[in-house]
């Protein structure tokens, strides 16, 4: 019941205070504008990840979530935690506001993962895969934290491209983990997910197709690292609870980032360049429409994260069933949207423009 409470009170926070956010955004000129990369053609406000970082605050204070700790791990992880997001949400809204360059992000990333090993004792250790021996990280744990870390992170910021589609897959994420974690009896773990699953959702009323508002670095940041250690604080006390399931029930953003960064590699560019090479571009250049587009990868992250909960409450064997089953219904839908392509599919308003420039060529060629 405690977490029913939890979720519905940060959902309401969360709804209430996002079209306050939205006046801050507009009053400190935190907007989006449209460019031939993006998909909407309006100015909208950002910043909206200020909503689901409040709800939580205020969430984490009412239900007095700290008190759940059941050891001095998960006490250090709170306040490394707290200080590590903190940098992590005002660099978020300083881009969100100024448009900071790549290299301070990623810095603050690493800082705030480093913040996490080292002021927090929050590491990886040990590796447990299925059916076989322990693997004991020793000191290269620490460097498997920091990049899970920052890679996690980074993941829920670049597949941020569609309305609704970050919140959403983090929603998903966050009630995965509240259910696990619940199971295994991780209060804490369980309410903290709880507070982030209903700031979330009350968010995504605003943020879902159209949008009213985005969240901007400052959610997409915020999540991405929540999500990352989160992910991993319940199950680096389990023993029989593999690191293989973080993996699985994060397999969207996941592999979309490696396949961002390999494509972009392959056509000589930075793998920090921005294109039109996402999944969810490539569902809606096969023309599926925005909120289907945003549905199938709900609906896939959904079949990911059943399956970890599967293959931890329920069986090994059929959650490996139900994990090769999940990735031939990913391959299907992926080799049917072309995303596989190494250059980026143009996207409508890209070949408009393109048709106009070859048309305003062709007629200056004509006149002389």
């Known amino acids: 019941?405690?977490?029913?409470?939890?979720?519905?009170?940060?959902?309401?926070?969360?709804?209430?205070?996002t079209p306050y956010?939205?006046?801050?955004?507009?009053?400190?000129?935190?907007?989006?504008?449209?460019?031939?990369r993006k998909v909407h053609s309006r100015i909208i406000p950002r910043m909206g990840g200020l909503a689901i970082y409040v709800a939580f605050l205020l969430g984490y204070m009412i239900f007095?979530?700290?008190?759940?700790?059941?050891?001095?791990?998960?006490?250090?992880?709170?306040d490394a935690?707290?200080?590590?997001?903190?940098?992590?949400?005002?660099?978020?809204?300083?881009?969100?506001?100024?448009?900071?360059?790549?290299?301070?992000k990623a810095l603050v990333q690493l800082v705030a993962a480093l913040i996490m090993v080292l002021y927090g004792n929050f590491m990886i250790d040990k590796i447990y895969l299925p059916f076989l021996p322990v693997i004991d990280l020793g000191w290269i744990g620490g460097i498997v934290t920091v990049i899970w870390i920052v890679g996690i992170t980074n993941s829920i910021n670049l597949i941020d491209g569609l309305d609704g589609l970050s919140s959403g897959i983090?929603?998903?994420?966050?009630?995965?983990?509240?259910?696990?974690a619940a199971y295994q009896g991780e209060a804490f773990v369980a309410m903290m997910s709880c507070l982030l699953l209903g700031s979330t959702l009350g968010f995504l009323i605003h943020n879902f197709h159209p949008a009213k508002i985005f969240m901007g670095d400052t959610g997409s940041l915020f999540l991405g690292f929540s999500v990352s250690v989160l992910s991993l604080l319940g199950y680096k006390n389990a023993a029989f609870v593999s690191f293989i399931i973080p993996i699985?029930?994060?397999?969207?953003?996941?592999?979309?980032?490696?396949?961002?960064?390999?494509?972009?590699?392959?056509?000589?560019?930075?793998?920090?360049?921005?294109?039109?090479?996402?999944?969810?571009?490539?569902?809606?250049?096969?023309?599926?429409?925005h909120v289907k587009s945003v549905l199938v990868l709900y609906g896939i992250a959904a079949l990911f994260s059943f399956t970890a909960i599967l293959y931890t409450m329920s069986s090994k064997f059929y959650g490996l069933v139900m994990l090769v089953i999940a990735i031939l219904v990913v391959e299907l839908v992926f080799n049917t949207t072309g995303l596989f392509r190494t250059k980026p599919k143009k996207g409508k308003k890209e070949q408009v423009q393109e048709q106009k420039e070859?048309?305003?060529s062709m007629g200056e060629?004509?006149?002389k």
């Not at 997001?85 to 809204?93: E, K």
Request: charged share 20%; proline share 5%; hydrophobic share 50%.
């Open 1 to 17: 019941m405690i977490y029913l409470l939890i979720i519905s009170l940060c959902f309401i926070i969360a709804c209430l205070i």
């Open 21 to 36: 956010v939205m006046k801050l955004a507009y009053f400190t000129n935190a907007v989006d504008q449209p460019n031939k």
């Open 64 to 78: 007095k979530v700290k008190g759940y700790a059941i050891d001095q791990d998960e006490i250090a992880f709170i």
């Open 81 to 104: 935690y707290f200080i590590a997001s903190f940098l992590i949400v005002a660099t978020g809204m300083l881009d969100d506001m100024f448009e900071l360059p790549a290299k301070p």
């Open 170 to 180: 983090s929603a998903i994420s966050f009630g995965t983990m509240a259910i696990l």
């Open 248 to 289: 699985v029930m994060l397999s969207v953003p996941i592999f979309d980032t490696i396949w961002a960064i390999i494509r972009r590699i392959l056509n000589g560019q930075s793998p920090f360049k921005p294109d039109r090479g996402h999944v969810h571009h490539q569902l809606l250049d096969r023309n599926l429409g």
């Open 358 to 360: 070859d048309d305003i």
């Open 365 to 367: 060629i004509s006149e």
